[in-house]
């Protein structure tokens, strides 16, 4: 665990410098989940429906865009300009998302824009050959003007049906939608793009047998393109100017919410090794209750009763858990990172330290994803050595005695409250140096004196204690990591002492002893027992 920290703290060394001696040890531990309080009912059913503040901002940003294309309609001069193509200005309003962030949203704004250009394109080019097919399959058409009442807009008439026309235009539809889909399926990045270009392909292709003549075609492409654009531009509006949100914006928030879930995976880990320094957390639980025990349970394929009811403790679920909304955000910001780099913005930080940021970020989420499998691995180290049992058993599938069980338990919780002192100390100083990054990067704002009035009421009392954000904060995490590296020794020295070895005769017959093929094959069950057990104390000691 320890071996991440120093590289978390890198990321704002930037802005300290050496020095400090100690950090105050009055606080309260961080260990303990946070009392339930008394809320009011509203409260209540605000907390239980899952919204925040900001998602209501998103919802009413999303909702705006169409209402103001609506709204619009409503004018007499848009009505006339539009006619019935009016609809689709709400449509492209609602699917340009004007949600997203605002990298990502000029992007596929610009996508959406170059989209729809070559499908006003391709559908000239089908209208052409629609009214050339109508020119040699029917009789030639008066050359006076041309009445565009029932017309799709203003200047584009219509005409009797022709099959030869309709025809054509069934075969540009067809490629047209063949040629999308498998542009989409190849590069899911256009997906709304290519959905813009369907759009329009649909509704040109639709209309298109119905022109004469292709001055009909050109000023019904025209209108349909200005209903795409004047979508495009009310959505463009409404996600500069209403509740602008930057895809910086969005990297930042992530990371400290990425730092919370760090916090948060830590503690979990902290609370569930502290669980086992009860020997009762090696049983394991069972699902079955004092009934259901006296019922007879089924075996299928040499099983026992207990491989199927047995399931890990709730620190273990809330570990994993931890660690499996930490994954959830390194994948988001990660994805987010991309865009935020693009943008053009005044701040603290440039694109090569959010990359770094994110880097550390990483590093630090390795070896908390690998402290997580300790659960699986008492899990099976409990199920191999027959310790999850029931009580009616009084062997395990070594053939060991219950109090055999019993005793290497009991020492196994021994060891982990070895590694309680060390474990609880680097734990706190490892979340506070997880609030400095905080405060650092000003990710978080940090408490002012108002909000805290007795953090300034005795300065003696204080002495030189460190806290979150000061200059020699830095400082004093390095001197915690030695010191958990000097006091993680204490656990090796207690196993040494269940098993009656002496490190200094091992270290001495370590200059000569040579291991072969048969001695390996010779070791005794009882040896390679106590070999693993010292693989998995070097393993969380090393974390």
Same mark, same amino acid.
């Given at each position: 665990?320890?071996? !991440? ?120 080019? &089908? ?72 759009? !329009? ?83 394991? &639980? ?160 940090? /408490?002012?004196?108002?909000?805290? /009035? ?29 010191? !958990? ?59």
């Amino acid at each position: 665990m320890a071996n !991440f920290s120093a590289s978390g703290s890198q990321v704002s060394e930037k802005s300290n410098s050496e020095g400090g001696t100690r950090m105050a040890s009055e606080k309260p531990s961080h260990d303990d989940p946070p009392k339930q309080k008394n809320t009011a009912l509203p409260k209540r059913l605000w907390n239980r429906s899952g919204l925040n503040v900001g998602m209501l901002k998103m919802m009413f940003k999303g909702a705006l865009a169409p209402t103001i294309a609506t709204a619009i309609y409503q004018s007499t001069d848009f009505a006339e300009m539009y006619s019935t193509l009016g609809y689709l200005v709400a449509i492209m309003s609602i699917l340009s998302f004007t949600i997203m962030p605002r990298a990502k949203f000029v992007q596929t704004m610009l996508f959406n824009i170059i989209g729809v250009c070559i499908g006003s394109c391709i559908a000239l080019l &089908s209208i052409y050959s629609s009214v050339q097919a109508r020119a040699h399959t029917a009789p030639p058409i008066s050359t006076g003007p041309q009445s565009s009442s029932g017309g799709p807009s203003p200047g584009a008439g219509v005409a009797a049906y022709q099959s030869s026309a309709s025809a054509v235009c069934a075969i540009w539809l067809f490629f047209n939608i063949y040629v999308a889909n498998t542009l989409r399926a190849s590069r899911p990045q256009l997906q709304f793009p290519v959905i813009m270009y369907s759009i !329009f392909a649909n509704v040109a292709s639709t209309y298109a047998p119905q022109f004469a003549t292709m001055a009909q075609g050109i000023s019904f492409t025209k209108r349909l393109l200005e209903a795409f654009l004047t979508g495009f531009a009310i959505a463009t509006g409404v996600s500069f100017l209403v509740f602008p949100l930057t895809s910086r914006t969005v990297v930042f928030r992530s990371a400290a919410g990425y730092i919370g879930a760090l916090r948060s995976a830590m503690k979990a880990q902290s609370r569930y090794l502290r669980s086992l320094e009860k020997a009762e957390a090696f049983n394991g &639980s069972i699902k079955d209750d004092e009934k259901s025990e006296a019922e007879p349970t089924k075996r299928h394929h040499g099983q026992s009763k207990d491989a199927d009811s047995h399931h890990p403790s709730a620190e273990a679920q809330a570990l994993k858990a931890a660690v499996a909304t930490l994954g959830e955000l390194h994948g988001k910001i990660t994805g987010d990172l991309a865009f935020a780099k693009r943008e053009i913005a005044y701040g603290n930080l440039d694109a090569s330290d959010m990359s770094e940021l994110v880097k550390l970020m990483r590093q630090v989420m390795l070896p908390i994803i690998g402290i997580s499998s300790i659960a699986d691995i008492f899990d099976r180290v409990a199920k191999r050595r027959g310790w999850n049992t029931t009580q009616q058993d009084d062997t395990g599938p070594r053939g060991s005695s219950k109090e055999t069980k019993d005793e290497e338990k009991r020492q196994w919780a021994e060891i982990m409250r070895t590694l309680h002192s060390p474990f609880q100390t680097l734990t706190q100083a490892m979340d506070q140096g997880l609030q400095h990054t905080l405060y650092t990067l000003r990710l978080e704002k940090r /408490p002012s004196k108002k909000d805290h /009035p007795s953090d300034s009421s005795d300065v003696e009392a204080k002495g030189d204690a460190v806290e979150p954000g000061s200059t020699k904060f830095a400082a004093f995490l390095f001197r915690s990591i030695e010191e !958990f590296y000097e006091q993680r020794k204490l656990t090796l020295d207690t196993w040494c002492q269940q098993k009656g070895i002496s490190i200094d005769e091992v270290a001495r017959a370590n200059a000569s002893y040579k291991l072969d093929a048969d001695t390996v094959g010779g070791f005794s069950d009882d040896h390679q027992r106590n070999q693993r057990s010292l693989y998995l104390i070097l393993y969380v000691s090393t974390q």
